[in-house]
């Protein structure tokens, strides 16, 4: 079976369950242990803590999906378009918050079991790279103010730099439902923050930096002469015009017939002056005929 970089790396429990063989009786028994399947086991023991439940896993808990995914915990806020025109507005609604709800539910027992998962909740934030994607989250966002919902906080593009660490994000909004509230609110500068189980959040002072680059190429000044030689080599291409003439003489009875032609491709006005006043000189000749 497939197995994720992050499970190779991991040493398995030492204490793996046997495989199911024969039969075996529960009030309810699960398919999969991932973590839809471990989630509605645990609240089934909750609700009736009397009930039989068993799971059954051809590989080990957390082997599949569970285990492959990118480390994210998010809400549905940003599917609620999605939601609305599948199930409706009020069962669309009522989704995107059971999916914020459940973000809590999943801090609450991490902290309740004593277990490091690693789960932080510091936010999320849906941002644009290009000038194309710029506005992308706009028909989300702007449904759920019109329902007094959503977790969406507009920020301007100095706040998404400054959360992003990247000048490159040049817009965006933050989803504060994958945040964890702070019981003192907003930290201001010198505040600090109790998160529990010994955990806390300081913020001691506000300073501002600007950030100056100063660096020294060796080979610059070779550049720039190059680049100036190449500059100077292209000034005569400005005042020279690159022109054809042809001009063919056949026999014609007692005489000699003179074909003109040409073109430029620069100054085609100055060109055509110049090429009426050729015409014009051969046409001078006596019984003189020209066709150009």
Known sequence: MHRSLWLLEVPLVPDVQP???????ADIAIAGGGYVG???ALLLK????????????????GSGASGRNGGFALSWWAKLKTLTRLCGQEDG????????????????FCRSHGIDAHFTRGGWL?????????????ACVA????????????????????????????????????MRPLAT?????????????????????????TVLTVGRDRGLLIVLAAAIL?????????????????VTAEADGAGTLLKVGGFALQRRSQFEEEFSRLVRELERVPEGRVRS
């Open 19 to 25: 495989a199911l063989e024969g039969e075996a009786r």
């Open 46 to 61: 909750e609700h009736d803590p009397a009930c039989e439940v068993a799971i059954v896993e051809q590989d080990f808990c």
């Open 93 to 108: 609604v009522r989704l995107a918050k059971a999916s914020e709800d459940a973000l809590s539910e999943i801090d609450s």
């Open 126 to 138: 849906w941002t644009a790279t290009t000038a194309s994607q710029m506005g992308s989250w706009e």
């Open 38 to 40: 471990l989630w509605t």
């Open 230 to 246: 190449i500059l100077l080599g292209l000034l005569p291409a400005l005042y020279t015009s690159r022109r054809k003439l042809w």
């Open 143 to 178: 449904l759920a103010e019109r329902q007094g919902v959503g977790p969406w906080q507009r920020l301007d593009p100095d706040e998404v730099a400054a959360r992003a660490g990247s000048r490159a994000h040049l817009g965006g909004v933050l989803d504060t439902s994958a």
């Open 185 to 209: 609110g907003v930290l201001g500068a010198g505040e600090t923050a109790d998160l529990g189980r010994g955990l806390t959040v300081s913020f001691p002072d506000l300073r501002q930096y």
